[in-house]
């Protein structure tokens, strides 16, 4: 574990404000998104990224997310009460998640670390004492997932980016394949005739156990709804995230997104 010079450790908290700071020294400025930029992608995608309103506004290169809501570890373990706040950066890729709860009367700290091909994930009770943590393929390739699946709900702007493969399933539905250092990612976006997304779908995401220590590939979901302005554009305002096992699905997450901030400056 690591040490202040006084002994004590590390937060997790400090740990997250670096990490962004380190990331957002390096995010470079982008022109406007024009209507050419749309003409690759499935007409559901395109009506999506018209309704959110990204034409004639700043590509983005990061933002900024602050939300509440819940969180538990099973379909039947109790709920836990958390506030989050995420930074995610488009070139090149990253993800910082860092959220605080209480379990029990005990504060609860977590962060989620996606840079380049590795990501992590360490979950402590009172900032000291570890709770969970988890790293490797299976990490990696998840939080590649949820890297796609911000970028679809948060920032519509980014479905430009190059990175991304898209398909048209039909007239509503549209599949994209995410690539980004050495792992590859597929999903399925389902929207509906207002051009709002309603749900994002995928099978390559990996089911983590309460430790940390083992993880299984079940199918994923996050429907989203309650569509309102955030800055200049339109966004779900909340959702959930979906497990579903043979025995049936349930949502471990529930998720209000209270502030969404875009091309945050240098610290």
């Known amino acids: 574990m690591k040490l202040h010079s006084g002994g004590w450790p590390v937060s997790l908290r400090a740990d997250y404000e670096r990490d962004v700071a380190r990331a957002l020294a390096h995010a470079a400025l982008h022109e406007d998104v024009t209507d050419a ?4 992608l499935p007409p559901p995608v395109q009506a999506y990224l018209r309704m959110a309103g990204v034409v004639g506004r700043p590509r983005v290169r990061n933002f900024r997310a602050r939300m509440h809501g819940r969180i538990r570890s099973g379909a039947e373990a109790r709920w836990i009460p958390l506030t989050a706040e995420q930074y995610n950066v488009v070139e090149p ?4 998640f860092f959220l605080r709860g ?8 977590g962060y989620h670390r996606y840079v380049g091909p590795n990501a992590t994930m360490d979950i402590r009770a009172a900032g000291l004492v570890s709770v969970a943590r988890a790293s490797g393929p299976e990490m990696d390739q998840g939080e590649t997932v949820t890297m796609l699946n911000d970028m679809c709900i948060m920032a519509p702007a980014t479905l ?3 990175a991304i493969r898209w398909e048209t399933v039909d007239a509503r539905t ?6 980004n250092a050495g792992h590859t990612i597929h999903a399925e976006l389902v929207f509906n005739d207002a051009g709002e997304l309603t749900n994002f779908r995928s099978d390559d995401r990996y089911q983590t156990s309460p430790d940390g220590r083992s993880a299984r590939k079940l199918p994923w979901s996050t429907p989203v709804g309650g569509y309102r302005s955030f800055g200049p554009f339109r966004l779900a305002s909340g959702g959930e995230g979906r497990w579903h096992e043979p025995g049936g699905e349930y949502a471990y997450i529930e998720l209000a997104i209270d502030e969404v901030e875009y091309n945050v400056p240098p610290r």
């Open 37 to 40: 930029d749309l003409r690759h």
């Open 160 to 162: 430009i980016d190059p």
């Open 174 to 179: 549209a599949r994209a394949t995410f690539s």
């Open 93 to 96: 890729p990253a993800r910082f």
């Open 102 to 109: 209480s379990m029990f009367g005990v504060p609860i700290q």
